[in-house]
């Protein structure tokens, strides 16, 4: 399995990036949620937002109202559409999945078990 992202850069505060997760080697339809995560330099990794296979998504109170996660089954794609950018916002991006008969989708763990390499999201006053 490998989860694939980008769409990060650089950008001042005010603007907008769409990350991009696509997921090769296991079918879409068998992951049970996906997520986003970001870990800035000398800060402990933070869960900015998921998504369950029934759409239903989840925010960090911090992004709330200024990112949406969506997914696109046909192209095996993951989401991040972040607007309204601001310099705390600045860190590497993750993407996650959890899949069918793992532990996360049993509910034993907050683990989704697979993750991508990261994207690196800057941005600058």
């Known amino acids: 399995v490998q989860l694939v992202e980008s769409g990060g850069g650089s950008v001042q505060a005010g603007g907008s990036l769409k990350l991009s997760c696509v997921v090769s080697?296991?079918?879409?339809?068998?992951?049970?949620?996906m997520g986003w995560y970001r870990q800035a330099p000398g800060k402990e990794r933070e869960l900015v937002s998921t998504?369950?296979?029934?759409?239903?998504?989840t925010y960090a109170d911090s992004v709330k109202g200024r990112f949406t996660i969506s997914q696109d089954h046909p192209k095996d794609t993951l989401y991040l559409q972040m607007n309204s950018l601001k310099t705390e916002d600045t860190a590497v991006y993750y993407c996650a999945a959890a899949f069918y008969g793992s532990a996360y989708c049993s509910g034993t763990t907050a683990d989704f078990g697979f993750w991508g390499q990261g994207t690196q999201v800057t941005v600058s006053s």
């Open positions: 080697g296991y079918t879409f339809f068998s992951t049970c949620g």
């Open positions: 998504i369950s296979s029934d759409g239903t998504a």
